[in-house]
Structures are given as structure tokens and as C-alpha cells.
């Protein structure tokens, strides 16, 4: 079994080596976000250019969990980073506890703050390696997590799942590869103390196309989730919103140059009190060609590349057109 502590240790090193000085408040609780087009979110104390993805507050704001990819020659590895404020100001952020053995991203705090949802690379069998992504489950509790809890075959499988959100009914939403659609969002339904066997989402929001990175409203109202493929599209990956009608997925709409760019816009999440929209861009360093059709293989090829570019977290005014 290969470990990563050395790629781990570097990555800590540079985000506590960067000097930067923690103020009482991140602009999320000092600043308003802009209202017409996105810019970095905490730039110097979370948006730090070290390629940082999806973004995750507990319900009281107090706690805030982040991934940062370490792309190297040899391996593509992921951490979760938190920070958390303590006497009106933000520590330093530091590689969550559950994390930094193995590949771990995409942390998400359930609306009650309980648990905390995660996808990572962590063995299911002790000694046994695992190269795909499962999606765990940390419980949340007087500042420490529990271990993580593997989530089981009704979600899980041999293939990646990612970008795991939940809902206050308890149903969980994931991205996994779905036959000829390539990534599809998928969702399993909580019933008598377990989750459901994975089905894929009803109504018009899956596609032929790519449809990943869910972030789902507490109250199942509309999904927020990133389009590859898409006539529409103003480059390489775009952030789309479905509506929920009486449990069928409206088709996606792009949310316009308000949001995306002609990079990769993904991995969204809207504030607890829905007021503000985070995602994670690479309008800041992508090397891809925007006019190379997007197709599945051509999007899991762009995810195993050793630099794919970096990713840095945005935010914005939830725009009022789609509230």
C-alpha cells in the first residue's frame, strides 16, 4: 500500500509558510460577496493558489473544510484542510483529522452540522488498496470527528463516487458514472435507519452528457451541479441549476457569464443562509483548449493528468435570477 505522507507534509509546509495574517473575520463575515461577477474567496487565507477544491461551513459558520489536489509527476492526491474560528479569529488551516493518510475530497456538512460526507481512497478491507473513490461518513461532535464509516455497496462501487451532498430528509446525492451517459447524478433515498440502493436522479437533469458535482438545496428545492458537453456551455465546464418538481429534475440552466468562465467552473456550494454561491474555477490557470469537444473519456483523462491546472475557490451573490 502506498502512502503519501511526503506530498501531505509539503502541502501543509507551503499553506503555513505563505505569512498570511488571519483577521477576525473571513470575508464571509466581513464582506459582501460581489453581486456581478465572481472573485476569489479569502484570497491569501483559503484561495491560496495551491489548488483548492469544494468547500464546506458548518451550519453555525464557525468551521470551514476544504481540499487541496497536490498534483505531482507521479500522483494525483487530495487533502481536507479546516480552519475554525476561535476567539473571533480563524486558525491557521491545518489537514483535518480523518484526512491525509490517503486521497480524501469533497467534504460536506449535513444542514444538522452532525456528520460531515466525504469521498476518499481509504481501504474498506484493512490492507487491501483501493484506487477509486468511496464515500464515507464522519460524525461531528464538540469540535473532533468520529472515524470514518464506509457508506456501503447501496452507494458505493468498484468506480468512483464523488461529490457527496445530503439532505435534511437524509437523501444523499453523488456523482457516479452511469453506462453511455458518462457522470450522472445519482441519489440514494434514506429509509428505517439505512440508505436505499443508488438510483439515478428522475426527470430531465441527466443528460447524454456529463452531469457531476452536485450541490443540493437542504429542502431538495433545486440542485446546483457542473454540465460538460452542453451546446450552451461558455467553455469547459459550466454551473447549471435543475428545479425540483414533485420529485422530477427540471433540465439544468446555465447560470451565464454572471458565473462561469471559458474554464472549468465546478464543485458549487450555497452558504447555510443561501445567500452566497461558492465553486471552485480554474479561470486562473487552465490549460485546456476550451473548443476541444468534452467528452467522458476526454473529462477522465483531464482528471488523472498529473497538472491539469489550478483550481482556486470563487464566490458571488447567489444570483437573484435563479433564487
Not at 196 to 206: A, C, I, K, T, W
Request: proline share 6%; charged share 20%; with cysteine.
Amino acid at each position: 500500500m502506498k502512502l503519501y505522507g511526503t506530498p501531505v507534509l509539503l502541502l501543509l509546509f507551503i499553506l503555513l509558510s505563505c505569512g498570511q495574517k488571519y483577521g477576525a473575520n473571513l470575508p464571509f463575515n466581513s464582506q459582501q460577496a460581489p453581486k456581478d461577477s465572481a472573485t476569489l474567496f479569502a484570497d491569501g487565507i483559503i484561495s491560496t493558489h495551491l489548488n483548492e477544491y469544494n468547500i464546506t461551513f458548518s451550519p453555525d459558520g464557525n468551521v470551514v473544510l476544504f481540499t487541496i489536489a497536490n498534483n505531482t509527476t507521479a500522483n494525483r492526491f487530495y487533502t481536507i484542510f479546516i480552519t475554525k474560528k476561535e476567539e473571533g479569529k480563524w486558525t491557521k488551516p491545518q489537514i483535518a483529522q480523518f484526512s491525509g493518510q490517503f486521497s480524501d475530497a469533497d467534504p460536506f456538512f449535513a444542514p444538522d452540522g452532525k456528520k460531515l460526507y466525504y469521498i476518499s481512497t481509504r481501504p474498506v478491507l484493512q490492507g487491501i488498496p483501493k484506487s477509486d473513490f468511496d464515500i464515507w461518513c464522519v460524525e461531528y461532535a464538540n469540535g473532533d470527528f468520529s472515524k470514518p464509516k464506509h457508506l456501503g455497496s447501496e452507494i458505493n462501487s468498484d468506480k468512483d463516487e464523488l461529490y457527496p451532498a445530503i439532505s435534511r430528509k437524509g437523501s444523499l446525492f453523488f456523482s457516479a458514472e452511469n453506462g453511455e451517459n458518462g457522470y450522472d447524478i445519482m441519489i440514494s433515498k434514506y429509509r428505517n435507519g439505512k440508505f436505499l440502493p443508488r438510483v439515478s436522479l428522475s426527470g430531465s437533469l441527466n443528460t447524454t452528457n456529463i452531469e457531476f458535482d452536485a450541490f443540493v438545496d437542504p429542502d431538495e428545492k433545486y440542485i446546483i451541479y457542473t454540465g460538460i458537453g452542453y451546446k450552451d456551455s461558455y467553455g469547459s465546464g459550466d454551473l447549471y441549476i435543475s428545479y425540483n418538481r414533485e420529485d422530477h429534475w427540471t433540465l439544468g440552466t446555465n447560470m451565464g457569464k454572471q458565473v462561469n468562465s471559458l474554464h472549468m467552473d465546478q464543485c458549487p456550494m450555497v452558504s447555510t443562509d443561501g445567500k452566497y454561491l461558492f465553486f471552485t474555477s480554474f479561470r486562473d490557470g487552465q490549460p485546456y483548449n476550451s473548443k476541444e469537444p468534452m467528452t467522458t473519456k476526454v473529462y477522465l483523462d483531464m482528471l488523472n493528468s498529473p497538472f491539469n491546472g489550478l483550481g482556486n475557490i470563487f464566490w458571488i451573490d447567489f444570483p437573484k435570477a435563479f433564487q
